[in-house]
């Protein structure tokens, strides 16, 4: 019996809703032996995952608040991978975006006494996309300029930017009325972004929503688009069809960054209302897999966004609930991600097994060939 | 400066740069092949939980090395088999690698403890410098260089054998024809398949082996994030080794002194804040890659394998 893989003419569309799907399930399959194995029961563990994400009004609005960073920085991610820019550096343009708005919440009324507050957060707003962009730049710059890999670039970003987030507000942002506790003091209530009530759901969850809506416009309806996807596909034919590769390396990291940055506003200024420790808890990371997941697709990563925030904030219950570690999720996610990438073979190829029943005709000239897959 | 505070300034360096020594050299046969393995920093968090976990219930230092080693050999043979066999993107599988990894770790180390209760905390056995007689009472090197535990002695000799290994003999040709040039490779009998899984689990093995270095030997015990970006930094290393694994040398004694400098300074109680000063391996990271990459750039060198990161499929022409 031979099992050979076979190139398709055609990219699977059934493949393409399949595989995501059917990784979730192995991924759960393959988490459960780690819980088995370590001594706690996978049907008990994965129902109270479920019913701590989905199962209340409650629970479904923690799950949109987690939502929101990670669909705004997997929308981020995505734009970066479709042109096969690694950009993992999603974590540290949030922290940027979250010490921006911070700043501006913080200090800029007292620098200008007259501005308006209304304006207060239109401002941080913007300072926070500002921040998380010049932080994605920085690689694209490093990238187009002088050719350095930008997957270690981006990296190392996030722990330089999360060391100085931490620098903030251990030292010199530290409130002095906060007993000891890391973090600034509250920002004025100007600075707080609006909640739907009796939910800590904000303003957030529109922002994402209207990026998924602009960003999917823009990559399949504009020139721009279609260049970022030429890129991603082949950078050569990009090149000989005249398509500048520095100009939109700097591009898609500007708007990465700042969409990353987007997110880093809505945590300080929709949920912690400072800047406080806890802003980078791994959202940066769990975009790349919402963005792998999503299949680098604006609509695909909103679900999958909603999806793994359900994922995350099971894992926090069952921490609380069976006193088990909250990491379970994290390795759900890493397992969801390597069954998708072994399934997203079969959206390219089809496998075919022959079984033998019809002979290859023998070639006594030539020596065997090997039995390679 | 006086003796004492180079000999103890060199002896920190290269315990700090023993665990990335292993990582890079376990990339760069890793890349040698023609794999690009991302998962470095999940594969050492990993070997350092087991490592720790094993020598802990064992009371055995090198069952700990042991378990690591299959743990990261284990790992490493996913990625293997995402990147080989099914030829998916292997910069996702790595970092899916690490996020694995990484999740698994803390998790691991929050159940392998004393009857389920977590590791944090908890004294297991280690491996202690030992002097070497005789090397021992040469000046400044006798209580750095030769004042070192087992895993960093082994080094010493895994290094020079590597490159002889790699650079010298044939399965190290064959090693370098599958990563420069798969179809050639191929064409002259040579199993690719089956060499880029040798050379990614045994890259796996290594890597894993600088975890537990960490968890064993330079910082004993196991908290959570223990390996700290390391495997990162040894990814950094690997480029500036040009994927040559004396040169990796050079970059690890590089990163294991900023270590030892940062820990002076702390030592010393300066002013400047300890979040700055652990910036710097960091920044650092980043300012050397710059230049490397810039300074090759000038020389027109490549040197990375020339298939790097590419799937190879026999039946398909590129």
Same mark, same amino acid.
């Given at each position: 019996?031979?099992?050979?893989?076979?190139r398709r003419?055609?990219p699977? *569309?059934?493949?393409g809703i399949?595989v995501?799907?059917?990784?979730?399930?192995?991924?759960l399959?393959?988490?459960?032996?780690? =819980?088995?194995?370590?001594?706690?029961?996978?049907l008990?563990?994965?129902?109270?995952?479920a019913?701590g994400?989905?199962?209340?009004?409650?629970?479904i609005?923690?799950?949109?608040?987690?939502?929101?960073?990670?669909?705004?920085?997997?929308?981020?991610?995505?734009?970066?991978?479709?042109?096969r820019?690694?950009?993992?550096?999603a974590?540290?343009?949030?922290?940027?975006?979250g010490?921006?708005?911070?700043?501006?919440? =913080?200090?800029?009324?007292g620098?200008?006494?007259?501005?308006?507050?209304k304006?207060?957060?239109?401002?941080?707003?913007v300072a926070?996309?500002?921040a998380?962009?010049?932080w994605g730049?920085?690689?694209?710059?490093l990238?187009?300029?002088?050719?350095?890999?930008?997957?270690?670039?981006?990296?190392?970003?996030?722990y330089?930017a999360? =060391?100085?987030?931490?620098?903030?507000?251990?030292?010199?942002?530290?409130?002095p009325?906060?007993?000891?506790?890391?973090g600034?003091?509250?920002?004025?209530?100007?600075?707080?972004?609006?909640?739907?009530?009796?939910t800590?759901?904000?303003?957030?969850?529109?922002f994402?929503?209207?990026a998924?809506?602009?960003?999917?416009?823009v990559?399949?309806?504009?020139k721009?688009?279609y260049?970022?996807?030429?890129?991603?596909?082949?950078?050569?034919?990009a090149?000989?069809a005249?398509?500048s590769l520095?100009?939109?390396?700097?591009?898609?990291?500007?708007?990465?960054?700042?969409?990353?940055g987007l997110?880093?506003v809505g945590?300080?200024a929709g949920i912690s209302?400072?800047?406080q420790?806890?802003?980078?808890?791994?959202?940066?990371?769990?975009?790349?897999?919402?963005?792998w997941?999503g299949q680098?697709n604006?609509?695909g990563?909103?679900?999958?966004?909603i999806?793994?925030?359900g994922l995350l904030?099971g894992?926090?219950q069952?921490q609380?609930t069976m006193?088990?570690?909250?990491?379970?999720?994290?390795v759900?996610?890493g397992a969801?991600l390597?069954?998708?990438l072994?399934?997203?073979?079969f959206?390219q190829?089809?496998l075919?097994?022959?079984?033998?029943?019809?002979?290859r005709?023998?070639?006594?000239?030539?020596p065997?060939?090997?039995?390679e897959? | 400066?006086?003796?004492?505070?180079?000999?103890?300034?060199?002896?920190?360096?290269?315990?700090?740069?023993?665990?990335?020594?292993y990582?890079?050299?376990?990339?760069?046969?890793?890349e040698?092949?023609?794999?690009l @393995?991302?998962?470095?920093?999940?594969?050492?968090?990993?070997?350092?939980?087991?490592g720790?976990?094993?020598?802990?219930?064992?009371?055995?230092v090198?069952?700990?090395?042991?378990?690591a080693?299959?743990?990261?050999?284990?790992?490493?043979?996913?990625?293997?088999?995402?990147?080989?066999?099914?030829r998916?993107?292997q910069?996702?599988?790595?970092?899916a690698?690490?996020?694995f990894?990484?999740?698994l770790?803390?998790?691991?180390?929050?159940?392998?403890?004393?009857?389920g209760?977590?590791?944090?905390g908890?004294?297991?056995?280690k491996f202690?410098p030992v002097?070497?007689p005789?090397?021992a009472?040469?000046p400044i090197l006798g209580?750095?260089?030769f004042?070192?535990?087992?895993?960093?002695?082994?080094?010493?000799?895994?290094?020079?054998l590597?490159?002889?290994?790699?650079?010298?003999?044939?399965p190290?040709l064959?090693?370098?024809?599958?990563?420069? @040039?798969?179809q050639?490779?191929?064409?002259?009998?040579?199993h690719?398949?089956?060499i880029?899984y040798?050379y990614?689990?045994?890259?796996?093995m290594?890597?894993?082996?600088?975890?537990?270095?960490?968890?064993?030997?330079?910082?004993?015990?196991w908290?959570?994030g223990?390996t700290?970006?390391?495997?990162?930094i040894?990814?950094?290393?690997v480029?500036?080794a040009?994927w040559d694994p004396?040169?990796?040398?050079v970059?690890a004694?590089l990163?294991?002194?900023?270590?030892a400098?940062?820990?002076?300074?702390?030592?010393?109680g300066?002013t400047?804040?300890?979040?700055?000063?652990?910036?710097?391996?960091?920044?650092?990271?980043?300012?050397?890659?710059?230049?490397i990459t810039w300074w090759?750039g000038?020389?027109? *060198?490549?040197g990375?394998p020339g298939?790097?990161?590419l799937?190879?499929?026999?039946?398909e022409? *590129?």
């Amino acid at each position: 019996m031979r099992i050979r893989l076979e190139r398709r003419l055609k990219p699977s *569309r059934a493949a393409g809703i399949l595989v995501p799907l059917i990784s979730l399930i192995l991924a759960l399959a393959f988490g459960g032996l780690i =819980l088995l194995a370590t001594g706690a029961n996978p049907l008990v563990t994965y129902k109270a995952m479920a019913v701590g994400a989905f199962g209340s009004r409650y629970a479904i609005s923690e799950t949109l608040v987690k939502a929101i960073p990670l669909i705004l920085c997997g929308l981020g991610v995505a734009v970066a991978f479709r042109m096969r820019f690694w950009n993992i550096g999603a974590e540290g343009q949030l922290a940027m975006g979250g010490f921006a708005a911070a700043w501006v919440a =913080l200090f800029l009324p007292g620098l200008l006494p007259d501005l308006p507050p209304k304006w207060l957060l239109p401002l941080m707003i913007v300072a926070g996309m500002l921040a998380g962009a010049v932080w994605g730049l920085i690689p694209a710059l490093l990238r187009a300029f002088v050719g350095v890999n930008e997957v270690i670039t981006t990296l190392m970003m996030n722990y330089i930017a999360i =060391l100085w987030i931490e620098y903030l507000f251990y030292g010199p942002w530290r409130d002095p009325k906060g007993y000891g506790f890391p973090g600034t003091a509250p920002f004025p209530q100007e600075a707080w972004l609006p909640r739907y009530p009796g939910t800590r759901v904000h303003l957030g969850l529109v922002f994402a929503i209207v990026a998924a809506i602009v960003l999917w416009l823009v990559l399949t309806r504009t020139k721009w688009g279609y260049e970022v996807r030429v890129i991603g596909e082949n950078p050569r034919a990009a090149r000989y069809a005249g398509i500048s590769l520095w100009r939109n390396f700097l591009l898609v990291m500007l708007v990465s960054g700042a969409l990353a940055g987007l997110a880093g506003v809505g945590e300080v200024a929709g949920i912690s209302h400072r800047l406080q420790k806890g802003l980078t808890v791994g959202y940066g990371y769990t975009a790349i897999i919402v963005a792998w997941m999503g299949q680098l697709n604006p609509w695909g990563v909103v679900l999958v966004g909603i999806l793994l925030a359900g994922l995350l904030v099971g894992g926090d219950q069952i921490q609380i609930t069976m006193r088990l570690p909250a990491a379970v999720a994290l390795v759900l996610q890493g397992a969801i991600l390597f069954f998708m990438l072994g399934g997203v073979l079969f959206n390219q190829y089809r496998l075919r097994v022959d079984v033998g029943l019809r002979r290859r005709p023998v070639r006594p000239t030539l020596p065997a060939e090997g039995g390679e897959s | 400066m006086t003796i004492a505070l180079i000999t103890s300034i060199l002896w920190v360096t290269i315990r700090a740069g023993t665990s990335l020594l292993y990582a890079t050299i376990g990339e760069i046969l890793t890349e040698r092949a023609g794999i690009l @393995n991302l998962g470095v920093e999940g594969i050492m968090i990993v070997g350092a939980v087991t490592g720790f976990a094993a020598a802990f219930h064992t009371k055995q230092v090198w069952v700990g090395v042991g378990v690591a080693m299959l743990a990261g050999a284990v790992m490493a043979s996913i990625h293997a088999f995402l990147s080989v066999s099914l030829r998916a993107e292997q910069v996702v599988s790595g970092l899916a690698l690490t996020i694995f990894g990484t999740g698994l770790a803390n998790y691991l180390g929050q159940r392998l403890g004393p009857n389920g209760a977590p590791l944090v905390g908890m004294v297991g056995p280690k491996f202690t410098p030992v002097s070497l007689p005789g090397l021992a009472d040469i000046p400044i090197l006798g209580k750095s260089v030769f004042n070192q535990d087992v895993l960093t002695y082994a080094t010493y000799l895994l290094v020079p054998l590597l490159w002889y290994f790699v650079n010298r003999t044939r399965p190290g040709l064959h090693l370098r024809a599958v990563g420069e @040039n798969p179809q050639t490779a191929d064409a002259m009998g040579v199993h690719v398949a089956g060499i880029r899984y040798f050379y990614t689990i045994v890259g796996g093995m290594l890597i894993a082996l600088g975890g537990a270095h960490l968890s064993l030997a330079y910082t004993p015990g196991w908290t959570e994030g223990l390996t700290a970006g390391r495997g990162w930094i040894a990814v950094a290393l690997v480029i500036f080794a040009t994927w040559d694994p004396v040169r990796a040398v050079v970059g690890a004694i590089l990163f294991g002194g900023i270590n030892a400098v940062q820990f002076r300074m702390q030592a010393a109680g300066t002013t400047i804040p300890a979040a700055f000063l652990n910036m710097l391996p960091y920044a650092f990271t980043i300012v050397v890659l710059v230049l490397i990459t810039w300074w090759e750039g000038i020389r027109k *060198r490549v040197g990375a394998p020339g298939a790097l990161g590419l799937p190879y499929a026999r039946e398909e022409k *590129r």
